[in-house]
C-alpha cells in the first residue's frame, strides 16, 4: 500500500500542471454587501479577488483586472490581510501591485521556500474600491494586456493559467434596493440636556425596468445601531402603508438593546399581504432619548450617527422580494443635536410690555372674556401659578397692585423660567 501511495502521488505531481489548471479559478466578488450587482453612482463600492483552489497550494499568482474608465475609477487595490500573513506570518517575499488609468496588476510570491503556500477552498487575495461616474453596464474582467502581467498561478511545481471569471456592475441612480435613515436635527433644552426623538426607516426599490420589475415583498428585518454614550432606543412602531395593512402586520417583533434595536416584520403568515416599495417608502419610526447627562450644559451643536447594521444580535438587515433574502445598500441618518437656551419671561407680564401694571390684568380679562389677543406666552399670563390662565390670575395682579396682596409666582421680578417649555418665545424685554 505504502508503494502504491507514493506511485500515485508521484503520478499526481508529474501531471499537476493539468489537473491544477482545470480546478483553480480567480473570481471577482462583491464585497459590498450588495445582494444584487446594480450600484449607485458616485458612491464607492468594494469588489474583491477570490482565488478558488482545490487541493493546490498556490505560491505565486500575476494577472491584470481591466475596466472600462469611461465609466468607473479604480482605487485602494489592497492585499488582504491573510495575504499579509501567507509567508509564515509575514507579507509574501515579493509583492507589486500597479494601478493604471483603466485598472491595475497585481503580482506576488508568496515565498521561494520553507512556507506552506496558499491552500484554501477560497481565498481573497485583493479587495479595490470602484466608482461609478457614468451610467451604464461595467464589466471588471481579468486581463493580460496591462503592462507585461499574464494570468498565471504557480504551484510548487508548475505555472498555470487559472480560469477567470469576470464581472459585470450595473452603474445606476440607485442601488436595487436602499434602506435610508432620516437625518434629523434635535433641540437640546439647557441645561438639562435631555429630549425626545425620532428616526424615520424607509425601504425603496430601484429595479432596472419599472414598473415591471418592482417585487411583491412579503417580510423585512431592519438592524439599527446607535452611539449608547449619548442616545438609547426606546421602540420602534410601523407607520405608513406597513401600519396600513388590515389588521396591521402579523408579526411585528422589536428587540431592545444597549448600542441599537432591531425589528422583524411579517405583513401575513397566511402570504395574503404583500407591499411594493416604489421608490422610498416610510416603514418604521424609531424612537430615542437622550442619555442622561450626555448633554448637560451643552453650549456647542454635536452629531451622532443611527445606522444600519449588517447583525445586531441575532438580526440583520434585508428585504424579502419573494424570492430570498436581498440586502440592501444602506444610508445612515445624521442627527444634529442643537442646544436651546430656555425662553425668559417675567411672571404677570402678561403684555410684554416690561412692566407689570395695570394692563396686565386688562389684557387677560380681554383675552378670557371678550376675544383679545392670546399672551405671548400662557405661562407669563398665570400670574398665580397654578398651571391655567383663569380669572384668579387678573385678581391676583389686581390684589398686587392696588392691594398690597403677594406679587406674582416667580420668576418675578426678574426674567426667568420654571420649566423649559413654559415659553415657545422670550419676552422681549428679557435677554
Known amino acids: 500500500m505504502r508503494t502504491f501511495l507514493i506511485a500515485l502521488t ?18 471577482l466578488t462583491n464585497q459590498s454587501g450588495l445582494s444584487d450587482s446594480q450600484f449607485p453612482l458616485n458612491t464607492p463600492f468594494t469588489l474583491g479577488v477570490r482565488l478558488e483552489s482545490s487541493a493546490v497550494s498556490i505560491f505565486g499568482w500575476r494577472f491584470g483586472v481591466e475596466i472600462d474608465p469611461s465609466l468607473v475609477s479604480i482605487a485602494n487595490v489592497l492585499p488582504t490581510p491573510a495575504v499579509e500573513t501567507s509567508n509564515n506570518g509575514s507579507p509574501p517575499e515579493f509583492q507589486l501591485i500597479e494601478l493604471y488609468p483603466n485598472g491595475f496588476t497585481a503580482e506576488a510570491i508568496v515565498c521561494q521556500a520553507g512556507c506552506p503556500g496558499i491552500l484554501a477552498p477560497s481565498f481573497v487575495l485583493y479587495t479595490f474600491d470602484f466608482t461609478g461616474h457614468s451610467l451604464g453596464s461595467a464589466t471588471f ?7 507585461t502581467v499574464p494570468i498565471e498561478l504557480d504551484t510548487q511545481t508548475a505555472t498555470i493559467v487559472p480560469a477567470a471569471v469576470s464581472r459585470v456592475a450595473q452603474i445606476a441612480e440607485h442601488a436595487r434596493w436602499e434602506f435610508r435613515l432620516t437625518d434629523e436635527t434635535v433641540g437640546i433644552p439647557q ?106 450644559n451643552a453650549t456647542a451643536a454635536s452629531a451622532t450617527t443611527v445606522e444600519y447594521s449588517s447583525m445586531l444580535g441575532t438580526s440583520i438587515t434585508f428585504v424579502n422580494p419573494g424570492d430570498g433574502a436581498s440586502i440592501p445598500f444602506e444610508f445612515p441618518g445624521t442627527i444634529t443635536f442643537v442646544p436651546v437656551p430656555p425662553a425668559l419671561y417675567v411672571r404677570g407680564d402678561a403684555n410684554d410690555d416690561a412692566v407689570v401694571d395695570l394692563g396686565d390684568p386688562i389684557a387677560i380679562l380681554a383675552y378670557l372674556f371678550s376675544g383679545g389677543d392670546a399672551p405671548f406666552c400662557l405661562t407669563a399670563a398665570d400670574a398665580n401659578g397654578d398651571g391655567a390662565v383663569d380669572l384668579g390670575d387678573p385678581i391676583r395682579l389686581l390684589t398686587f397692585l392696588f392691594e398690597s396682596g403677594a406679587p406674582p409666582e416667580a420668576p418675578y421680578p426678574d426674567c426667568g423660567y420654571v420649566a423649559f417649555e413654559d415659553c415657545t418665545v422670550a419676552a422681549s424685554s428679557c435677554p
Open 141 to 147: 474582467s481579468f486581463t493580460n494586456t496591462l503592462g
Open 10 to 27: 508521484a503520478l499526481l505531481v508529474t501531471l499537476g500542471s493539468f489537473d491544477a489548471a482545470t480546478a483553480q479559478t480567480l473570481r
Open 191 to 296: 441645561p438639562t440636556g435631555e429630549a425626545l426623538f425620532s428616526v424615520v426607516g424607509s425601504i425603496g426599490e430601484f429595479p432596472e425596468t419599472p414598473p415591471l420589475g418592482y417585487s411583491n415583498t412579503p417580510a423585512f428585518s431592519m438592524a439599527i445601531r446607535h452611539d449608547p454614550a449619548v442616545i438609547s432606543g426606546l421602540g420602534v412602531a410601523p407607520i405608513g402603508a406597513l401600519a396600513a395593512l388590515p389588521g396591521g402586520p402579523d408579526f411585528f417583533g422589536v428587540e431592545l438593546h444597549p448600542d441599537g434595536m432591531t425589528v422583524g416584520v411579517v405583513y401575513s403568515f397566511a402570504g395574503l399581504d404583500h407591499l411594493q416599495f416604489v421608490g422610498d417608502t416610510p416603514v418604521v419610526r424609531a424612537e430615542y432619548a437622550t442619555v442622561p447627562g450626555a448633554f448637560v
